[in-house]
């Protein structure tokens, strides 16, 4: 059974602060898919890493892939009251056809 | 392109009745995913189609539900005789099989209460 195990599972902080939340496993995927999700909507897509140590850039929100495509990382800088959501990651081809969805972090993000 | 649809985005049912769910995936998508989502937890995956055919299930999906897609384009999830535990939001999403990652778009889900 593949896990994605995130942290921290909540965090509140104040806006302008810049904050890190992780997304780890023991297993290998093709490749790792982050979502945000607002109460009562579906998961909006934000990135995809494919290659290990890969660097995304999304404005202030950077997203890098681990060297052995394990474990990831979401990092946002200088956060605003619109980033407040669930960040959920999940990975792919995995062994499984469906996506292994982290169980997310609720982050909150104070005026 | 109006990305994925669900019909209900609500129902409230009793236990022990039926009910049925649509999706409708991107329109140049030929995959399609079914998932649940309970409180607290991220998206579980139930199953995928490739066009019509039914490709992977997964233990979650118990005998009580069935999903099909008879013409490649649209899908319905049914269950049958809801019980209290299947009060969940139900998650369709779709992707284009020969892309290079499984991007997967997800629709806005059908929230079932089963009272």
């Known amino acids: 059974t593949q896990l994605l195990e995130q942290s921290p599972q909540f965090l509140s902080i104040q806006e302008g602060e810049n904050l890190t939340v992780y997304c780890n496993s023991s297993?290998?995927?093709?490749?790792l898919q982050w979502y945000r999700q607002e109460p009562g909507e579906g998961p909006v897509l934000l990135v995809t890493?494919?290659?290990?140590?890969e660097v995304k850039k999304l404005k202030r929100l950077t997203f890098q892939f681990g060297d052995a495509r394990k474990d990831s990382s979401l990092h946002i800088t200088a956060a605003q009251p619109g980033d407040t959501g669930l960040y959920l990651c999940?990975?792919?081809?995995?062994?499984?056809?469906?996506?292994?969805f982290g169980k997310g972090t609720h982050l909150i993000i104070q005026p | 392109d109006t990305g994925v649809s669900q019909d209900p985005r609500h129902k409230i049912t009793k236990r022990g009745q039926n009910v049925t769910f649509r999706c409708d995936p991107i329109?140049?998508?030929?995959?399609l995913y079914w998932y649940r989502q309970t409180l607290g937890q991220g998206p579980e995956f139930l199953t995928y189609?490739?066009?019509?055919?039914?490709?992977?299930k997964s233990r979650l999906l118990s005998d009580r539900f069935s999903a099909e897609r008879p013409k490649g384009s649209f899908s319905t999830l049914e269950i049958q005789r809801t019980e209290q535990g299947d009060s969940a939001m139900y998650l369709c999403?779709?992707?284009?099989?020969?892309?290079?990652?499984?991007?997967?778009?997800f629709g806005p889900g059908t929230r079932l209460t089963v009272l």
């Open positions: 999403a779709s992707s284009s099989a020969g892309g290079l990652w499984d991007e997967q778009f």
């Open positions: 297993s290998v995927f093709s490749s």
């Open positions: 890493v494919v290659t290990g140590g």
């Open positions: 999940a990975g792919a081809g995995g062994g499984a056809d469906g996506l292994t």
């Open positions: 329109s140049e998508h030929n995959r």
């Open positions: 189609f490739q066009n019509e055919a039914q490709l992977e």
